[in-house]
């Protein structure tokens, strides 16, 4: 089956060590996305690719990097963890970004201590 | 700024019936999109609306109003696994998803 696939599902570091989540997608997609989300709150947009190009939101932390080696993979280097980082980390994937849909990874938890 | 105002928490019955109301402020509008997620998962999507109206998938209802910054997401004969958080997202005039805080939908017997 086509899908979005996160590894790890569960990720423990240490406060300032650095840190990569994967995503790989089987769907072909042209478009990849990072979310990050907190507890009770919305997804928030911390990146995407449109094929190699990379698209950065203004509010994104510069801890946070981004790699997208081929159109499968995509990741998310977290270069110094703080305890605020902690969070579901969500990745998506679209054909194009005017798509109306995003087919969402099941996510990598990540727990700072 | 952009803002979507969904409820934070809801309460409903099994078998009955439930509106979650979204509404929206945002720079530029093409589209808006509900999406389910249950605890510790990832959303996935529900419905699409870009023009006024009720679009109808199985028990599954959304509803948007464009000029009143308006849409709701109505969901029939209640099952216990509705039991989730519902999100409502506005793709802006740079087609960037906006997401609301998301409603979470409990579903009592």
């Known amino acids: 089956d086509a899908m979005v696939i996160q590894n790890p599902r569960y990720q423990v570091t240490q406060f300032g060590k650095p840190v990569t989540l994967s995503c790989s997608q089987t769907?072909?997609?042209?478009?990849m996305y990072w979310y990050q989300q907190k507890s009770s709150q919305a997804p928030k947009l911390l990146f995407h690719y449109y094929d190699k190009d990379f698209n950065n939101e203004a509010d994104t932390p510069d801890n946070f990097q981004s790699r997208r080696p081929n159109t499968s993979f995509c990741f998310l280097d977290i270069r110094s963890p703080g305890l605020g980082d902690a969070a579901m980390y969500l990745c998506a994937t679209s054909e194009r970004t005017d798509d109306y849909e995003q087919y969402f990874g099941p996510g990598t938890r990540l727990t700072v201590t | 700024g952009q803002n979507i105002d969904q409820p934070t928490e809801m309460t409903a019955t099994e078998g009955a019936i439930v509106q979650i109301n979204c509404t929206y402020q945002t720079s530029g509008f093409n589209g808006l999109f509900w999406y389910q997620q249950h605890a510790g998962e990832a959303p996935t999507f529900l419905s699409y609306?870009?023009l006024d109206g009720l679009e109808e998938k199985g028990r599954f209802s959304s509803f948007l109003s464009r000029s009143k910054g308006y849409s709701y997401l109505l969901l029939k004969e209640l099952q216990m696994k509705d039991s989730a958080s519902y999100l409502c997202?506005?793709?802006?005039?740079?087609?960037?998803?906006?997401w609301g805080a998301g409603t979470k939908l409990i579903i009592k017997p």
């Open positions: 769907l072909n997609h042209n478009v």
């Open positions: 609306n870009v």
């Open positions: 997202a506005v793709r802006d005039s740079n087609y960037q998803l906006i």
